[in-house]
């Protein structure tokens, strides 16, 4: 066994608006070799998601913020290189929380690493996709906190991204009728070609009120769902077009990630009581029970 030279992406500043290059920086560290209860991994392919650009900011939220100067951890998937524990051969599969770096060893606990399965015919960057922690958010977030029911009208905002065109086939096999929303024509011809019912560039529209009303068109008897992953203009118009007792799902709101001043909220918040609605929030690490199924499925 022996040690891997690896090249690293550290936060060099903490971005205000817009994340720039200036605000990474790459340098090269030497991975030794594993010792007892350690595996040392290659890489192949990592995640940048947006919760991401939370983590860059320092404040208090439900994962510490990325410390300046130290390599970033994300989402990754690679093989097994080397390997001083008794559960991992050289070659397995694995994911980890160890992205951002072509190589590492540690503990599999500490990197939060799991054996993969090697026979499922899927390329491995699936597992950082559809069949990982995105595929895994979307299943949870649509049917057990969205309640997902056969019939259901079902509006989803960033229906292009790896969580929403996740959430699109799931509500189709169920039975649903689907809206998505996404920029530009590119991104609206692939959640069509997904099975969508409908969907809306919202680049197209460039105001609320046009938004607004291509939601109307697409969806003329309003919505029993929403799955939310943009909030801003898109929250208040599921808000406004949402039946009684709607349930939506809030699983981001990437629209507001960057901002450097507060951003008003939807205005309509009062037809929640009227309405009786379940808005509610949710963090896909709340629901790792569900996982087994999930793979299952």
């Not at 559960?87 to 599969?93: A, H, I, M, P, R």
């Not at 960057?125 to 009208?153: C, H, R, W």
């Not at 009728?177 to 460039?206: F, H, N, P, Q, W």
């Not at 450097?260 to 009786?276: D, F, R, S, Y």
């Amino acid at each position: 066994m022996s040690s891997l030279s690896s090249r690293e992406w550290a936060l060099a500043a903490r971005p205000a608006g817009m994340p720039k290059s200036d605000d990474f920086e790459m340098k090269t560290q030497t991975v030794p070799a594993p010792v007892d209860g350690q595996i040392q991994v290659r890489n192949s392919w990592m995640s940048v998601d947006p919760y991401m650009r939370g983590r860059m900011t320092d404040r208090e939220s439900y994962v510490p913020p990325f410390q300046l100067g130290e390599t970033m951890q994300g989402g990754a998937v690679g093989h097994v290189t080397a390997s001083a524990h008794p559960d991992f051969s050289v070659g397995d599969l694995v994911s980890s929380m160890a992205g951002w770096r072509e190589a590492w060893t540690g503990e599999p606990g500490l990197m939060m690493a799991q054996k993969l399965p090697n026979n499922t015919g899927l390329p491995d960057s699936a597992f950082l996709g559809i069949a990982g922690m995105p595929g895994l958010t979307a299943y949870a977030g649509i049917l057990k906190v969205a309640e997902l029911k056969a019939g259901d009208i079902v509006f989803v905002s960033g229906a292009a991204g790896a969580v929403g065109s996740t959430v699109v086939q799931i509500a189709k096999i169920k039975g649903c009728t689907v809206i998505g929303s996404a920029g530009g024509a590119e991104k609206v011809a692939l959640v069509k070609s997904l099975g969508a019912d409908a969907c809306i560039d919202y680049r197209a529209c460039g105001s609320y009120a046009a938004l607004l009303d291509a939601l109307k068109k697409a969806a003329p008897k309003g919505i029993d769902v929403y799955f939310d992953n943009v909030g801003g203009d898109h929250l208040q118009a599921a808000i406004e077009l949402a039946r009684p007792m709607g349930r939506m799902a809030l699983c981001g709101m990437i629209s507001q990630y960057n901002n450097t001043e507060a951003t008003p909220g939807p205005n309509n918040l009062v037809q929640i009581v009227g309405k009786q609605l379940q808005l509610r929030g949710f963090i896909v690490s709340s629901h790792f029970d569900m996982q087994a199924d999930f793979l299952k499925d």
